[in-house]
């Protein structure tokens, strides 16, 4: 079994997810003495790649935000952290474009990634719409700027500064995206089409905050949505390279099996070889329901941060079926993801918590780099969320889910199921098997459950904190990434009243 090479280190991190190998790297390039411990053979978490056969999928993540050098926002976040590891020249960001399409009954809507074009496609779905769109977009753009420059620590006077300094996030803080849309959006298509990527939030717009989503779209179109050569494999890489180089240590394939804690203050952990490792600081960057029940004593663990972690709802879940197949998808399909929603997204959520398929995408990252499939094929990944973890437990069946995913898939990529070339894990018969991860963002992303008002990085152990999609300030990537600058600054007890860039630690 594997070990760490010391017995001390300043800082233990648990799990190497982008979250926790952004922050593990972050404390080691600012000098601390950090161990980094990730249960499987790579780094990644839910951002890893999944390899067989000569096949190469990613195994859940499509995309994300803020990977470029420049754009309309400064710097991107990601990029910034991975200049400042001095990793950068590890990945090969492509931007897409198209960005991706919405598969409706019978239509096809082709969004391109540039902010004009991406308009003046809505505004052909419907002119009467246009300004509205235009005028959501601003206020999009309005959301993103003022979240960069939330403090990381609120005090009393960031607080009272709030109304002045970031008087969209205090209006709207507890705004649902429907209330927004309601006011800027007449046409249902339109309607369906822009929010189509409502899975990328895990809740329909009645549910999600506007924030949230009014970000990740002005990011997405005005910074660019951002792929990674040769998959996000490559992204967790370069962070575990970018722990490694700063001194750190990474063990990969191994478990914490306990977090010590004595007099309410963490003392270290012990690994699964049994080795005790004693550390000053702790960051859980897995789940942090597992990191309450499971690595800790129940008798350490307040009653009433019990009671709070009890009253958190989890977000929803991911079914994927990853196929390769010797169709000729690029001849198909103009972007690399595509939704196929024959609903609207708020039908479509109804749909999945009663136990059916309402929406999935369909994303052929093969499109992008060929060499990561046989030639002459692709690899496909079909998703859809799913409810399984939420209070509305559906009645579930993985078979009957599959045969609609698979339905639903042929819209975008007709013939699909009599032309699956391989199934990984599958055997011989290439029957689609049914993946599921999840919770998707850790904590699902209403009003009350955003930003600020998820669970805290510091929790009520000394020296035990909380880093990725379960605590501050959202899911997705670049949420991880801000979760691990918000960690890392407040543990170092530097820049906690400036915003999330300069990075300045
Ligand atoms: C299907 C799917 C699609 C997604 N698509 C996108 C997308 O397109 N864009 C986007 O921005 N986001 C997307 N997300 C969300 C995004 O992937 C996550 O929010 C993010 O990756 C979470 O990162 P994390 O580091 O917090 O956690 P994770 O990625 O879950 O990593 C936690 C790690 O901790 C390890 N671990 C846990 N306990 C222990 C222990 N005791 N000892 C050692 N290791 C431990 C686990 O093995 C795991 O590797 C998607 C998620 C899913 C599931």
């Known amino acids: 079994m594997k070990e760490a090479a010391r017995d001390r280190y300043d ?11 952004t922050c593990a790297a972050l404390l080691a390039r600012a000098g601390r003495a950090v161990l980094l411990v990730e249960d499987h053979e790579r780094p990644g978490g839910f951002a890893r790649n999944l390899t067989e056969a000569g096949y190469d999928f990613d195994l859940g993540l499509h995309v994300v935000m803020s990977l470029g050098r420049e754009g309309p926002f400064g710097q991107g976040l990601l990029h910034a952290v991975l200049e400042h590891l001095g990793v950068e020249g590890q990945l090969e960001p492509v931007a897409l474009d198209p960005f991706y399409a919405v598969q409706l009954d019978d239509e096809r809507v082709v969004l391109p990634g540039a902010r004009e074009a991406h308009l003046d ?27 960069l420059a939330v403090p990381i620590s609120l005090g009393l006077r960031d607080l009272l500064g709030m109304p002045i300094k970031t008087p969209l996030l205090f209006a709207k803080r507890k705004a649902t995206l429907a209330r927004l849309l309601d006011a800027h959006i007449r046409d249902p298509r339109v309607r369906r089409v822009h929010t189509a990527l409502w899975p990328y939030i895990g809740l329909p717009p009645s549910r999600m905050g506007f924030i949230p989503f009014g970000a990740m779209m002005a990011s997405y179109v005005g910074e ?28 990969l394939g191994t478990k914490v099996a306990k977090i010590g804690v004595r007099d309410r203050s963490v003392t270290g952990v012990m690994l699964e070889s049994g080795q005790q490792v004693e550390a000053s600081f702790v960051i859980s960057a897995g789940d942090a329901r597992e990191t309450f029940k499971q690595l800790i004593d129940a008798e350490a663990v307040p009653k009433r941060y019990r009671r709070r972690l009890e009253r958190q709802t989890p977000s929803m879940s991911a079914c994927l079926l990853h196929l390769g197949t010797d169709l000729d998808v690029a001849s198909m399909l103009a972007a690399q993801i595509t939704m196929v929603t024959p609903y609207s997204s708020e039908q479509s959520y109804a749909r999945s918590v009663q136990g059916s398929v309402g929406a999935v995408s369909v994303t052929v990252p093969t499109l992008t780099d060929p060499a990561r499939a046989p030639e002459g094929e692709h690899t496909v990944v079909v998703s859809a969320a799913v409810p399984i973890e939420c209070g509305e437990r559906p009645a579930w069946d993985a078979r009957k889910v599959t045969g609609e995913m698979l339905a639903m898939a042929e819209k975008a990529l007709p013939g699909l199921s009599s032309r699956i070339t391989f199934v990984p894990g599958g055997g011989p018969a290439k029957e689609p098997r049914l993946r599921y991860l999840g919770p998707i963002y850790g904590w699902a992303l209403p009003p009350n459950q955003a930003a600020a008002y998820r669970l805290p990085h510091e929790t009520p152990i000394h020296g035990l904190w909380l880093c990725g999609h379960w605590t501050q300030p959202a899911g997705g990537i670049w949420g991880v990434v801000a979760s691990a600058i918000q960690t890392a600054r407040l543990l170092l007890d530097c820049n906690k009243h400036a915003g999330l860039l300069p990075l300045a630690l």
Not at 11 to 21: E, M, Q
Not at 124 to 141: H, V
Not at 225 to 236: S, W
């Open 224 to 251: 660019g949505a951002y792929y990674c050569g040769a998959g996000f494999q490559a992204l967790a890489d370069a962070l575990a390279n970018g722990v490694t180089r700063h001194g750190g240590e990474v063990i």
């Open 11 to 21: 800082v233990v991190v648990i799990g190497g997810g982008i979250g926790g190998l």
């Open 121 to 147: 496609a809505f505004a052909k779905l419907s002119p009467s719409d246009a300004p509205g769109i235009a005028e959501l977009f601003s206020i999009y753009d309005q959301s993103y700027r003022e979240i």
